[in-house]
């Protein structure tokens, strides 16, 4: 069974920063990926940013230059630290995890933390 427990959400003035951890713990295996999606009230869950095994990263087109994602693999911890923050950002943002099975692949979720940023 795998655990995705996630923090560092909270409230934060336009303008300002936050960083979000994610630790995945239980049996892993191999990770294909890690990352963060985000979603807003009436809206669709939108993908942020991920980092994947080969140590490369995407990003959203709104929020390059802002947020930046990395890893912890000794910790399987994922972070992304979010700077310049806009009230669009608030959401709650989901990690995930993107494992390797035998024969598939299995993407497990954290729970959600709240990030509001006001005007």
């Known amino acids: 069974q795998v655990q995705l427990v996630e923090s560092g959400g909270g409230l934060v003035q336009a303008g300002g920063s936050l960083r979000l951890s994610c630790a995945a713990s239980g049996s892993i295996g191999s990770i294909n990926s890690m990352g963060w999606y985000r979603q807003a009230p009436g809206k669709e869950r939108e993908l942020v940013a991920t980092?994947?095994?080969?140590?490369?990263?995407n990003y959203a087109d709104s929020v390059k230059g802002r947020f930046t994602i990395s890893r912890d693999n000794a910790k399987n911890t994922v972070y992304l630290q979010m700077n310049s923050l806009k009230p669009e950002d608030t959401a709650v943002y989901y990690c995930?995890?993107?494992?390797?099975?035998?024969?598939?692949?299995?993407?497990?979720w954290g729970q959600g933390t709240q990030v509001t940023v006001s005007s």
């Open positions: 995930y995890l993107d494992v390797r099975r035998l024969l598939s692949r299995v993407k497990y």
């Open positions: 980092s994947t095994s080969g140590d490369s990263t």
